[in-house]
């Protein structure tokens, strides 16, 4: 049985940080791009950051770029993402997932195969 699981959201005031993991189990995802996704209420799921099965290309939706950082060490079979500089709008749900075909790459949300259960981010003003 394949599962990601989230872990280290949590609550902390604007400007704090927070490291969120992802461990995945069952197989290993290192020929498969990671990404960490985000929903808030009422809002559609959306990409917040992407790595290659190589850590050679990473992507950060604007709102992040400087402040998250996206990270993978495929021999834990788990992906990170640091984050700094948090601000209430980064209030959402967080959920980690691993594209299904080996070696693409993609940003978009419904080549995403395997998700985790989410974690809850809550940054407060």
């Known amino acids: 049985q394949v599962q990601l699981v989230e872990s280290g959201g949590g609550l902390v005031q604007a400007g704090g940080s927070l490291r969120l993991s992802c461990a995945a189990s069952?197989?290993?995802?290192?020929?498969?791009?990671m990404g960490w996704f985000r929903q808030a209420p009422g809002k559609e799921r959306d990409i917040v950051a992407a790595v290659s099965w190589n850590s050679g290309c990473t992507y950060y939706v604007d709102s992040v770029k400087g402040r998250f950082t996206i990270s993978r060490d495929n021999a834990k079979n788990t992906v990170y993402l640091q984050m700094n500089s948090l601000k209430p709008e980064d209030t959402a749900v967080y959920y980690c997932?691993?594209?299904?075909?080996?070696?693409?790459?993609?940003?978009?949300?419904?080549?995403?195969?395997?998700w985790g259960q989410g974690t809850q981010v809550t940054v407060s003003s």
């Open positions: 069952g197989r290993t995802f290192s020929n498969n791009a």
């Open positions: 997932a691993a594209e299904g075909r080996p070696f693409y790459y993609s940003v978009v949300v419904r080549d995403y195969d395997y």
